[in-house]
Each structure stands twice: as structure tokens, then as C-alpha cells.
């Protein structure tokens, strides 16, 4: 007997009150020690086309629905006792008859007639997309069959009502197809028939034990840790022979990619040892917690996997192969170049100063005069002259001086020596999320550790979410990516209306500093949800009081305060995002920063004080030296709303008060 969980059940039960949900896990364990123990008092669901539906009994009021077929049991769905049953009612688990994956399929008789009605009503209006191609290529993208006359009526109006009945593999085929892409077909192999085919695998997981269980049962929130969808998990087991990167928008799955890979990469030789690594301690906790739960029936692979943060490892490096690093602070550096400003009498701005020491001389470890000078301007596009450059290299060279006098040295510099000076690497592989914030000396570090061995370096990010770093050409720093770059396309944790209006923040194509290009076109999200609010109000008050309303209504629909956000850009507009949950019913709600946010996902957010003032930051764009910078600071400002709107998976509120922000104005209109 094998026991599997769909994605439909852990979103299901995600719904449910705390107390419900531990019932539920509770009765999960019986049904996989014993599928068919009489403690479940199991029952057929009547009135349901497919007679392979029971119902297992949690308590007096939730139901557990179950699929029994073939020595499968599978947990599909759990309930209050009415709700329960009409899902199971309204739905078929079947193998699709061309691509042989099994299929959680909504009957299409029981679609509310007023609907399909609408959908044939609309289509007389305007051409429907579909109506010249055949049911064999429809089937092979997935279609249900009963589905294929409904499917043929679609239009630009109403393709995305349609797609949100189908299986997701049929709804991402449609979407890719409506907007001129090349649909993706999977037919299944011998061995890749019904439950193990690479579509029914990202929907059901066969569970062999109860740790496996517990797995997926704690955080079903973190569901895509365990659920692969099959574009991704290519790239999870595919060989390179030199560095690698995946690229996508928000919500595509980069960072499962990228923890998938590191334990797979961590479990296939046990003289692999693999550093999977980001930007934030935050995020590298995150991280931590799901390779935790991927490795928790494999101690050994866990131990061959290290989670951490690249100036955290250089500093335990350091004080292990080359004695305590003594890292000078940011502020001391900062006090240093006034300093070495001041005796070299120099009118050059302090913001410049900075500016060139933290992107040029400090990130590539510039030690002498004749070095700076000859060096290309790697992501600074201010033309200068060879006096100038000697100009400002005398303050430079000033501040490395009293830098060695106080022996303390940069955590840039510290990178730098550590990849100088480092025998025998402590890694064979490295794994990079969000790696589209990372820093020169960090690439520099990584690169001496594996270089270009196979499968050595691999990286997940979005050059569209870059808010930490400045661009940087990485061939410069010995990563060569070329031809070895692969786009996911498919959004699986963001809404198609949240996906597309939040698109509107950034061009279609995104250009690298390599030369290289991100091309977002052609991305489709696999669920539907409600349209943005976008509101403008007069006074901060009103938009408070605003804001507190809207989450009482997200929680009035069942949406759990944890999974509920409010962010702003800055510390000072903070109280503003506290006030507005004071304005609610529930103080727990989360008032955050955008920049906190990274990496992080909620039903609901509400992205609030996009005033003019505040986004883009008029305190950032003061301190703008030249127009390479200006750029910069409204390209990364725009990232941030990016970043902040696609936090969120399924509600999404925006709002400004007194005159809002210019970026407001693509999302409006």
C-alpha cells in the first residue's frame, strides 16, 4: 500500500484553524500507518463520479478526502464535513489519456452553467484563441478530455477564467500558447506512467515513512520545498561543466531550484562537501529549516551540506587556516576617507568618495596607484582623467595606509586574501541564492574554491529583484556563465494578476552588465486570484484606517495574521505601517520594511506610503553624484516595489497618501 499527499490537501489544510490542523496531522499518521484502519471510519463519498473518493473522520466535523485506487492511497483534500464532500464531488483523479500523468480534474458538468454560458457568450464577441488546433495536440498539453470544447471557446477574455479549471501542466500550455510561446509537452515514458510522471510528481508526493509525512504536514507553506515542478527540477538534476545560473522572475522557483540542487549535489558522493549560501542571515535560517526537512531521513547528506552566509564563512575561514580577522566597520571607513579628504585638501564629495572606494578600489582590492589607474570603470560609468584618478588615489592610498597601521582590514580585503592565500578548498561545490546581490570579493572567494570544475558553481537569482549590489561584469571576476544560463517561466506562488501588474514595474528585457540579457517575457502563473487594490488617499490617517479594513477583511476570509504583511520603504514611514495594524483586529500582523521582506512570501501584503517623498527615496537621490548613480537609484527603487508587490501570493493592496509616487502611475493606469 503506498500513501501519497497532493499539493491540494497541504492547501487545504493550511486553511484550517491551528487546532483543526493538529487533529488533522494527527489522523494523517493513523492513515499512513494503516490506510485502511477502521479507527478512520471510512466511508464512500456519495454522489461522486469518481467512486474511488472516501472520507476519513477527523472529528465530529472534518472530514479527511481520500483517493483509494491500486494500492493507492491518497490524501486529496480535508474539510469542514459539507465543504469536504462537494470537493470530492466536483472532482475525478484520473491519468490523462495521452501524457499518462495523474490528474486531479475538476468535473466539467459541474462548472455552474451561468459561467460556461458566459464564457460561450463572450466568445461570440471576439475570436476564440484555440479553434484551429486539434484535440491530439490539445490532449498532449494536458487538457482533459471533457474539457476540450470549453478550451476551443476561449478568448483573451476569458482564456485565464478557463485555464484556472484545468490541471496546472494544461493551464501553463494554454497561457504559454495565448501569448505565442511554445507550450512545453511531457508525454510519459514507461516508467513515468500516473503518479510518477514529472506532472503528477510536483502534485503528489509519496510519503514512505512518518518523518516524510511530518514534512510535509508542518510548514505547508513551504510546500515548494517538497513539490518540484518538472521545468525546475531539471535544472535541479542537470550536469554543467563549468558554472551555471538560473535566472527568473519573482515566484519561479530559483530558490528551490537552488536547494534541491545543493542536496542532491550533497547526497550523490560522499566526498562532496557543499556550501549553499545567500545575502542575509534571515534568508540562510530560512534555508537551513528546508534542507532540515529534505535531509531529515539522511543525516549523512546533511553533514556534507553547510548553510551560511559568504562573510560568515570567510570569517570562520580566516580564523581557521589564517588567523583572527581584525574587520574594520563600515563607519570606520566611512571616517576614514573624510579624514584622508581632509589632508589631501581635495573638494571631491564625500558620496563619490564612497562610492568609489565600496565599487572599485575596495571591491577589487586595488593596492597601488598604477592599478587604478589603468583599470576598466567594472560597473561605474563616469568617464575620468588620468590626473583625477591620481588625485583620488592619494586619499585611497591614505586610508589602506592607517587601515594596515590599526591591522585591521576590510571584509572586502579579507575576501580577497582568503581567496589569495587558501589551500586546499573546504568546498567541492557551491550553491548561490539571490545571487544577483552578489558582491565582487564574494564571487572572487567562491571562484577560488571551485574555479570552473563541473557543477562546481551553480547560481539562482533575478537580476530584476537587484537592491543590495551594484552590477558587475562576473567574467571580470572569473565566473563565466555563457551559454550556460537557463530562464524558468513558470510562477507558481504568485497570482497571475498580482504576476502581471507587478511585471509593469520593470522592461521586459533586463540587460547585464556581461552584455547578457533577461528576457521576462512569456512567464505564466498556474492559479488566479484577486485583481490589486490600488488606493490614493488624501491624509496618512485615511490611509491607516484603510489599511486596518482591508486586513479585517483578509482575516474575516480565513487568511491567517502570520501570513499577512504591511511594508514600507524606510524606518521613518515604520509607525505608519504599525499604526495601520493597530487599526485592525489583530496586533500580529507583521509591519515590516520592503528590504526585510526579500526572500520572504504572504497571502496577503499591503505595500503602503508610496508617497512621492519616500519611493524612490529622496534621501538616496540627494546624495546621486553623477547620472550613472541617479539611474541606479531609481532602477533599484523600482526593484523594491517589484520586490514588495510580488511578496505577495494571493491579496495585494497598494496605497499612498497626499501626492504618491511616480512608479504608482504604470501600476494605475
Request: with cysteine; aromatic share 6%; proline share 4%.
Amino acid at each position: 500500500m503506498t500513501v501519497l499527499i497532493a499539493t491540494s490537501f497541504t492547501k487545504s489544510l493550511d486553511k484550517l484553524t491551528g487546532q483543526e490542523q493538529t487533529a488533522v496531522k494527527v489522523t494523517a499518521f493513523d492513515i499512513q500507518q494503516n490506510p485502511d484502519s477502521p479507527g478512520l471510519s471510512l466511508h464512500r463519498i456519495d454522489r461522486c463520479q469518481d467512486p474511488d473518493f472516501w472520507s476519513a473522520r477527523v472529528n465530529k466535523d472534518i472530514r479527511i478526502v481520500l483517493h483509494k485506487r491500486a494500492g493507492n492511497t491518497v490524501l486529496a483534500y480535508v474539510d469542514h464535513h459539507d465543504d469536504a464532500y462537494t470537493w470530492a464531488q466536483r472532482r475525478r483523479l484520473d491519468e490523462h489519456p495521452t501524457t499518462g500523468a495523474a490528474q486531479i480534474v475538476e468535473i466539467r458538468e459541474t462548472v455552474e452553467e451561468v459561467i460556461i454560458r458566459r464564457y460561450v457568450e463572450e466568445a461570440v464577441r471576439k475570436p476564440p484563441i484555440f479553434a484551429g488546433v486539434a484535440d491530439q495536440t490539445l490532449l498532449s498539453w494536458g487538457v482533459p478530455e471533457d474539457w476540450l470544447d470549453t478550451v476551443r471557446q476561449a478568448t483573451e477574455d476569458t482564456v485565464l477564467d478557463i485555464a484556472g479549471h484545468l490541471p496546472d501542466e494544461a493551464q501553463e500550455a494554454l497561457l504559454a500558447a495565448a501569448v505565442g510561446e511554445a507550450p512545453t509537452v511531457r508525454l510519459a515514458t514507461r516508467n513515468e506512467i500516473g503518479y510518477s510522471h514529472p506532472d503528477a510528481r510536483r502534485r503528489f508526493m509519496i510519503v514512505g515513512d512518518e518523518a516524510e509525512l511530518a514534512a510535509a504536514l508542518d510548514a505547508p507553506w513551504d510546500e515548494w520545498a517538497i513539490f518540484l515542478h518538472p521545468a525546475q527540477r531539471e535544472f535541479v538534476d542537470r550536469n554543467f561543466n563549468g558554472p551555471a545560473r538560473v535566472i527568473g522572475s519573482a515566484g519561479t522557483g530559483k530558490t528551490v531550484v537552488a536547494l534541491h540542487r545543493a542536496v542532491r549535489l550533497a547526497g550523490e558522493n560522499t566526498d562532496h562537501r557543499v556550501l549553499l549560501t545567500t545575502f542575509s542571515t534571515a534568508l540562510v535560517e530560512g534555508l537551513a529549516n528546508k534542507v532540515e526537512r529534505l535531509t531529515r531521513n539522511h543525516p549523512e547528506v546533511a553533514s556534507r551540506l553547510t548553510v551560511s552566509t559568504l562573510p560568515d564563512v570567510a570569517r570562520r575561514l580566516a580564523r581557521e587556516r589564517l588567523g583572527e580577522a581584525n574587520i574594520a566597520s563600515d563607519s570606520e571607513v566611512a571616517a576614514g576617507l573624510v579624514d584622508a579628504a581632509a589632508a589631501e585638501g581635495t573638494d571631491i564629495a564625500s558620496s563619490f568618495l564612497s562610492d568609489e572606494w565600496r565599487m572599485i578600489v575596495d571591491a577589487w582590492d586595488v593596492r597601488d596607484a598604477d592599478t587604478y589607474r589603468e583599470l576598466p570603470r567594472l560597473g561605474r560609468k563616469v568617464r575620468m582623467a588620468a590626473s583625477r584618478r591620481d588625485e583620488l588615489w592619494r586619499i585611497f592610498a591614505r586610508v589602506r595606509e592607517a587601515l594596515v597601521a590599526q591591522s585591521k582590514e576590510t571584509e572586502a580585503g579579507l575576501m580577497h586574501r582568503l581567496a589569495r592565500e587558501m589551500r586546499d578548498a573546504p568546498y567541492t561545490h557551491v550553491v548561490v541564492d539571490e545571487a544577483q546581490d552578489i558582491s565582487v570579493p564574494e564571487l572572487y572567494l567562491i571562484a577560488s574554491m571551485v574555479g570552473d570544475r563541473p557543477n562546481g558553481l551553480f547560481f539562482a537569482g533575478d537580476i530584476g529583484q537587484r537592491i543590495f549590489r551594484s552590477a558587475f561584469p562576473w567574467k571580470a571576476a572569473g565566473v563565466d556563465i555563457q551559454g550556460r544560463s537557463r530562464s524558468l517561466k513558470v510562477n507558481y506562488r504568485t497570482s497571475h494578476q498580482i504576476r502581471s501588474k507587478s511585471d509593469v514595474l520593470l522592461p521586459a528585457r533586463l540587460l547585464e552588465a556581461d552584455g547578457g540579457e533577461d528576457n521576462r517575457s512569456g512567464v505564466s502563473s498556474v492559479f488566479h486570484g484577486p485583481t490589486p487594490e490600488f488606493r490614493l488617499f488624501d491624509a496618512p490617517e485615511e490611509e491607516i484606517a484603510a489599511v486596518g479594513g482591508w486586513v479585517d477583511a483578509r482575516l474575516g476570509e480565513g487568511i491567517l495574521p502570520e501570513t499577512i504583511a504591511v511594508l514600507v520603504r524606510s524606518e521613518a514611514e515604520l509607525p505608519r505601517a504599525q499604526a495601520a495594524v493597530a487599526a485592525s483586529s489583530d496586533k500580529n500582523i507583521r509591519a515590516m520594511l520592503m528590504h526585510d521582506a526579500k526572500g520572504r512570501e504572504f497571502r496577503a501584503v499591503a505595500v503602503i506610503a508610496c508617497d512621492l517623498d519616500v519611493l524612490p527615496s529622496e534621501s538616496r537621490l540627494v546624495e546621486a553624484a553623477d547620472e550613472r548613480m541617479l539611474k541606479e537609484i531609481y532602477d533599484t527603487e523600482r526593484h523594491l516595489l517589484y520586490v514588495a508587490a510580488t511578496r505577495a501570493r494571493e491579496q495585494l493592496w497598494i496605497s499612498a497618501s497626499g501626492t504618491p509616487s511616480e512608479f504608482l502611475e504604470d501600476l494605475i493606469e
